[in-house]
């Protein structure tokens, strides 16, 4: 029976990335997904007649440009096209514009509060100067601190280098930045709440924490380093929707002689005197490879795919305490027309953005409040984008798709299951936001797919509904994620390696922890990275 030089369990865009990487070395690689469809959480679906859903991942940014070009995946069709621009509506009426412009955001700022606009040069210089001391770190794998191997004390040193290359001043800068709260962050910067909660979304977005909440200004930075055609900070779409970056890289994967498998569901990893030798799929279907790799998260891996015996007790305990808490859910609507918001002047280009309407931290934490006490938010967070705006590809002409990623929405409710009735309770919280701002809004519905983190977690098989695979905080990074000692994308069982959001540098449509990986796993074979590109610095 054949065996596979490798196989990555899961299709979604880090184990693409992966499975490309690995066969464009000359392995004979297999991708199993149990979907019939590849994407994982970056999927285009078309769940009523002519809209395409962006149903769970929505925005692209974060993805490395580094893979983009040596995975040639313009070649396989994809362009990501810039946001315009965005707004945050406030409660008396008035809105917060974002513009590409750096100039007329500073304007916009000025029309609330002119030591605010001052204080924006200052906040984007310090953040920039943040981004540029951790992106060289994300193409990079993390050091082991308790190893006397070359390579760990040559990341170590380069680590080191790194810090001591800052002044005493901007060292206890990024300590501080590192572990503090978006809000205590921004407070010294910024007076204005609008201001405040327009910055503070970037540090919450995919987490169980709020804006109060210690470890959210790295959150913060985690989503300022993507790019878009080498603009750093900016978001944008993938034309015909997210899923358009996992079909490029299926077809990249496959124009390499890849091999990808839908409807095959891994049951468990085949493990045999501690060496990973293949998996069962659910129906029992063995199949064999001489390594393999896993895109699930680590408690998806390792409590659910690997028996017990197999792993150390120590090991067993960090992944069960391993931080991974949903928080978030998603509704994507269908409507028949463009919604219309009163305080916006017509055709402008913040419709051609995300649109938010927390206006205040408080009303931010309020919302965790509830998350907290078990509940869905009742006056939610919600980061809303119009895609159709800018990719008019996703729904019939005159038509538009809304995606509405939603914070917070606990795993649980009140400590039970979610029922169908919660479900629709929370659609009705997002809603009902919605309408508050834009008349005749319910009326232009045509259809709705609602997400809690029970069909996240049931579809896409993120534990939790956790979109990060495991939550961006301080002692859950570098040489910490997912574990310490396990941070290299390697694991206590032979021949088994993880390439998940949950390995370092973490969660995002970003494609770094499936290239890292790739890049670990090809050293232990003495095979050539030559087709690998190094981080290029891009502030």
């Not at 997210?242 to 091999?259: C, D, H, I, R, Y």
């Not at 798709?401 to 929405?409: E, G, H, I, K, P």
């Not at 009140?414 to 701002?437: C, K, L, P």
């Not at 579809?459 to 570098?478: K, S």
Request: glycine share 10%; aromatic share 10%.
């Amino acid at each position: 029976m054949k065996a596979w030089d490798a196989i990555v369990i899961g299709g979604g865009h880090n184990g693409l990335v992966n499975a490309c990487y690995l066969q464009r070395a000359g392995l004979d690689v297999l991708v199993v997904e149990k979907n019939d469809w590849v994407g994982g959480a970056a999927t285009s679906r078309e769940l009523t007649p002519g809209f395409l859903y962006s149903n769970c991942s929505y925005v692209c940014s974060l993805f490395r440009p580094e893979i983009m070009r040596d995975l040639e995946l313009p070649r396989f069709g994809l362009q990501v096209i810039s946001y315009e621009g965005g707004a945050v509506f406030t409660r008396d009426g008035d809105y917060l514009a974002n513009y590409r412009d750096h100039d007329a955001h500073r304007r916009e700022f000025a029309r609330f509060s002119k030591r605010d606009a001052e204080a924006y040069d200052r906040y984007a210089r310090d953040v920039t100067r943040q981004c540029r001391f951790i992106q060289p770190l994300l193409m990079r794998t993390a050091p082991d601190p308790t190893s006397l191997k070359p390579r760990d004390l040559g990341e170590l040193l380069y680590l080191g280098k790194k810090f001591a290359g800052l002044s005493a001043e901007e060292m206890a800068l990024t300590l501080r930045f590192w572990t503090m709260s978006i809000s205590d962050f921004l407070d010294e910067y910024f007076e204005t709440d609008v201001i405040k909660a327009n910055f503070a979304l970037s540090g919450i977005i995919g987490t169980a924490l709020g804006p109060m909440s210690p470890g959210t200004a790295y959150v913060l930075l985690h989503h300022y380093m993507g790019e878009v055609d080498g603009s750093v900070g900016a978001w944008g779409y993938a034309r015909g929707g997210m899923g358009a970056v996992t079909k490029a890289l299926a077809a990249s994967f496959k124009a390499s002689g890849g091999t990808i498998r839908t409807g095959a569901e891994v049951d468990h990893v085949l493990v045999h005197r501690g060496k990973a030798k293949g998996v069962v799929l659910a129906g029992g279907e063995e199949v064999y490879g001489k390594l393999v790799v896993s895109n699930a998260d680590v408690k998806r891996t390792f409590l659910k795919l690997v028996e017990e015996k197999e792993l150390p007790d120590i090991f067993l305990r960090r992944v069960k305490n391993f931080k991974i808490r949903g928080s978030s859910g998603k509704v994507n609507i269908a409507l028949d027309s463009l919604p219309e918001f009163p305080a916006l002047p017509k055709d402008s280009p913040v419709y051609r953005g995300d649109m938010h309407f927390t206006d205040s931290m408080e009303r931010m934490e309020r919302a965790y409040d509830d998350w907290k006490a078990g509940r869905w938010s009742a006056d939610p967070f919600l980061d809303m984008v119009i895609p159709t705006t800018l990719d008019p590809t996703m729904a019939p002409p005159g038509k538009h798709f809304m995606s509405c990623f939603v914070q917070y929405a606990p795993p649980k409710v009140n400590g039970r299951d979610w029922t169908d009735a919660d479900r629709d309770g929370f659609a009705e919280s997002v809603i009902a936001q919605i309408s508050d701002y834009s008349p005749g809004f319910r009326d232009r519905i045509v259809h709705m797919e609602v997400r809690t983190p029970r069909e996240i977690e049931a579809e896409v098989g993120l534990t939790e509904g956790n979109i990060f695979q495991g939550e961006l905080t301080f002692d859950q990074l570098l040489f910490n994620r997912p574990v310490p000692g396990y941070a290299q994308y390697r694991s206590p069982v032979g021949g088994l390696y993880m390439c998940g959001s949950s390995t370092h540098p973490g969660g995002g449509v970003m494609g770094a922890p499936g290239r890292n990986a790739a890049a670990e796993i090809l050293r232990d074979l003495a095979k050539s990275t030559s087709h690998m590109s190094p981080a290029h610095d891009v502030i």
